[in-house]
């Protein structure tokens, strides 16, 4: 799948539109769910590299950082929500750093999150003010 979303997004002949309906499929449920997720998206990702997209959805998700993670001595806040597929990755990325934050987003997604800057910034705002941050 990732093959054909590399050489679609690669090719040229495509229109914003076209590739707009693509990221859309690789979102999955996630999108439709999400009225504002699409208004967002025609606006951002546009104006972005479509090669990064490219290189978002190749990357090797499966490759681990677990002999380092632990290391990692400065706070650190993770958040996700409870329905995105990265959850229990997550969850276990922050049980192996020292100083992690924690917090999940009880019936939200991976794009629902996204948009719901409402929902995360009090989090956001918070934790930075807990590590002496303005």
């Not at 910034?121 to 590590?131: A, I, Y």
Request: aromatic content about 12%; hydrophobic content about 45%.
């Amino acid at each position: 799948m990732l093959t054909t979303y590399q050489s679609t997004f690669a090719s040229d002949s495509l229109d914003t539109g076209a590739k707009m309906a693509l990221v859309e499929e690789w979102l999955g449920p996630a999108a439709a769910k999400m009225p504002e997720w699409k208004a967002y998206a025609q606006r951002v990702l546009p104006a972005n590299d479509w090669q990064a997209f490219i290189a978002l959805v190749s990357r090797d998700w499966g490759r681990g950082f677990d002999d380092v993670l632990p290391t990692m001595t400065m706070p650190v806040l993770l958040f996700v929500g409870e329905t995105d597929s990265f959850y229990s990755g997550v969850r276990e990325c922050a049980k192996s750093i020292p100083n992690a934050t924690f917090i999940s987003f009880p019936g939200l997604g991976h794009a629902e999150l996204e948009v719901r800057k409402d929902l995360v910034l009090s989090h956001v705002t918070k934790f930075l003010k807990k590590v002496g941050q303005p």
